[in-house]
């Protein structure tokens, strides 16, 4: 036991600390085993008489009766009222819906951490012998039978121990850091786990807000409580064999000893404790690891009828109990009235052949009668058997049984379980009748339905923040597969904010839709309403987007608002703010695919050869333009010089008649050259061109002259 008090008082669990916790008790080890000892105790005496009525409950939910009640005869209404509450509030598994508080459509860290909780939450939840659809469904059971169900919460990991080797200095080879055992996470979990209602205890109160701690009772066996407390707290434990069953007997059947531990979960302190009743000192003491918002490992439990004056459930069988037990009798009466109705009567001894009639084998056969006259003279066979008066005993039954029919809806009357939830009705009435029953009829079930929905959604969240608060980031990251979704990009915002707590309960709520028979036609008509009212807006807005291109990123900001209102709507949220984001920022070019530049390439090549074509093209035609000129100027200089006068003798100039001639020479003038060919009399010759005389044939034109166009003298 030293041991235990070294290792429990090294963690600072007895006496006042450093953030001015408190221990109760004397503090030490053997002080608080008596105080929990005695809160045990206190709390056992006070649900003393509940367990001893919860047990004769569900002796006569399962019909165990007693010797003397041989030839009892029971309608166990008791039993098939509970399965149809209970196919009615739980039908099928919960699921987790996780969003984003106020439905802030730009939240998108949120919404992704609530996506990836709730993946999280509904895989353990719909995975094949799921602890939690177990657990929820036992403790609902129990709530409906004797009025307490519990669930609880614990935190479990696996690791093994793996072989870190030295790190070595590479210039100097020293080692750096020695060779090392690590832990190595392999996988965690948050388990769900019943707890029978004959094993939860809490301090008495009046209300669930004023319970100081819970406790749980857990068989544990002599292994069990050696792996986890030690060889040497083993030593001290009391064991013994349980006795399990609904009977009577004391008689224990289980062939194992176990020992009866208590986890005691304790507000004030903030601590939990392990105590066995039979050992000297508390068996263990640790500081709270959960970090729960409401520190209990359970949520409130469900609990019937309760009032403020004490915080002990009542089941609903107690306030039916005298029809039940009038229905039994009655029921009794009817078997014992029909085993009663039967054919007997008294005949004359005298008359053989008239016991002969009832006798097998005897059909279609005339038995005869000696001394005739004398028989017919008694009146025959009426005279010779007098029956027992059935008649009376079948009108007893017929009574019988319209009263049990009274008494079946005084039941259902007294349990609030309406005739149209059994699936009864008359020909007679309409659909809207059936309508109103049903919705004024099940008043009392929708209240059932929102104290069993509030259990499902305060289980969960605890579920949910042990997850956020000892998950390791990438196990949440693995067992939500949020990386193969849209979105990736806030993986590490949505795990900060999960990690947050002070932030995440502001940004995240966790809530559990109904348990009841799934609406398909609710769930299509929510689908239709929202796929039609986002056509009707999407064809609304078109011709302003067509005409306004940059009004679309603000009316898809204004269908992202309207989508996050809708539950169905949740899983195209994430398309739709890409989209929104796309539109709203401009994208760089996207580079093209080899497919796209070897189109690209051909397409080149393919300009480059039309313009090369196009400009050889032009080359030719100009070249033909060119000779074509050429053809015509020869053509016109040919015509030209074809028309052109002989060429005057060469000579010295002309002499003017005026002047005088020069010393030496005559004063004679020359004649008067011969007008050229062709030519009339006394017309002028013709002119030169550029200022010279006529130009000789075949002869070239000085460059850049261009000869007269025309005919001559034009």
Request: aromatic share 8%.
């Amino acid at each position: 036991m030293d041991e235990l008090t070294e290792a429990v008082d090294s963690g600072g669990a007895y006496g006042d600390d450093e953030k001015g916790g408190y221990e109760h008790g004397d503090g030490t080890p053997e002080g608080i085993q008596q105080y929990w000892q005695r809160e045990i105790q206190a709390s056992e005496r006070e649900l003393k008489k509940y367990h001893s009525t919860s047990r004769r409950i569900v002796r006569r939910y399962l019909d165990q009766r007693d010797e003397g009640a041989y030839g009892e005869s029971r309608v166990n209404l008791f039993w098939s009222t509970i399965k149809v509450m209970l196919s009615t509030l739980y039908a099928r598994p919960p699921k987790a819906d996780v969003s984003r508080a106020n439905h802030d459509a730009d939240d998108d860290p949120a919404r992704v951490a609530g996506e990836m909780l709730e993946r999280i939450l509904n895989d353990t939840i719909e995975s094949d012998g799921s602890e939690f659809d177990a657990a929820a469904r036992h403790a609902i059971e129990d709530w409906l039978i004797v009025g307490l169900g519990q669930m609880w919460m614990r935190y479990t990991s696996e690791t093994e121990e793996e072989l870190v080797p030295p790190v070595l200095d590479p210039m100097t080879g020293q080692v750096l850091i020695e060779e090392q055992t690590v832990e190595r996470l392999l996988s965690e979990d948050a388990v769900s786990e019943y707890v029978f209602w004959e094993d939860f205890f809490y301090s008495p109160a009046r209300v669930w807000e004023e319970v100081r701690w819970v406790a749980r009772r857990v068989h544990m066996t002599k292994a069990e409580l050696r792996k986890r407390f030690g060889p040497e707290i083993s030593k001290h434990v009391a064991f013994k064999k349980i006795n399990r069953s609904q009977s009577n007997s004391d008689a224990p059947n289980e062939t194992e000893d176990k020992a009866a531990v208590f986890e005691i979960w304790c507000k004030d302190t903030k601590r939990v404790y392990w105590l066995n009743k039979g050992a000297p000192t508390i068996l263990d003491v640790r500081d709270d690891w959960l970090g729960l918002s409401d520190f209990f490992p359970c949520p409130p439990p469900m609990m019937a009828n309760l009032t403020t004056s004490n915080f002990i459930p009542r089941a609903d069988f107690i306030f039916a109990q005298d029809q039940y037990d009038e229905l039994d009798e009655i029921n009794t009466r009817i078997h014992y009235l029909t085993r009663a109705t039967k054919v007997v009567g008294v005949y004359d001894k005298a008359s053989d052949g008239v016991q002969r009639m009832l006798e097998d084998g005897v059909e279609n056969t005339l038995l005869p009668v000696d001394n005739w006259a004398m028989f017919a003279e008694k009146g025959g066979v009426r005279g010779q058997v007098d029956w027992m008066p059935i008649s009376e005993v079948t009108n007893a039954i017929d009574h019988l049984r319209q009263y049990r029919q009274d008494k079946v809806a005084q039941i259902y009357e007294v349990l609030g379980v309406s005739d149209i939830m059994r699936g009864t009705t008359r020909a007679s009435e309409t659909a809207t009748a059936q309508q109103i029953k049903a919705q004024y009829g099940s008043t009392r079930l929708q209240l059932s339905q929102l104290h069993v929905a509030l259990f499902i959604r305060d289980s969960l969240r605890i579920k949910a923040e042990i997850i956020c608060n000892l998950f390791q980031p990438q196990s949440i990251v693995k067992m939500s597969n949020i990386e193969r979704s849209y979105d990736q990009q806030f993986v590490g915002p949505a795990i900060e904010l999960l990690k947050d707590g002070a932030l995440r309960k502001y940004r995240i709520t966790v809530e559990a839709d109904s348990m009841a028979a799934l609406d398909w036609a609710a769930e299509r008509d929510a689908r239709t309403q929202f796929l039609m009212g986002l056509g009707s807006f999407v064809s609304q807005v078109m011709p302003l987007v067509q005409a306004e291109p940059n009004a679309a990123p603000y009316l898809l900001r204004m269908l992202q608002w309207s989508i996050a209102g809708f539950r169905v709507g949740k899983s195209v949220e994430s398309v739709l703010d890409q989209a929104i984001t796309a539109m709203a920022q401009p994208q760089p070019p996207a580079e093209p695919s080899p497919m796209a530049l070897a189109e690209l390439e051909r397409e080149r090549a393919e300009v480059l050869d039309l313009r090369a074509s196009s400009q050889q093209r032009e080359a030719t035609a100009a070249k033909n333009m060119a000779e074509a000129r050429k053809t015509d100027l020869e053509t016109e200089l040919a015509r030209l010089m074809s028309q052109a006068p002989p060429l005057p003798p060469q000579g010295p100039p002309p002499i003017a008649n005026d002047l005088p001639p020069p010393p030496g020479m005559p004063n004679a003038a020359p004649p008067a050259p011969p007008p050229p060919q062709g030519m009339p009399p006394g017309m002028p010759p013709p002119p030169r061109l550029n200022g010279g005389g006529p130009q000789l044939p075949g002869r070239p034109l000085p460059p850049g002259t261009l000869p007269p166009l025309g005919p001559p003298g034009a």
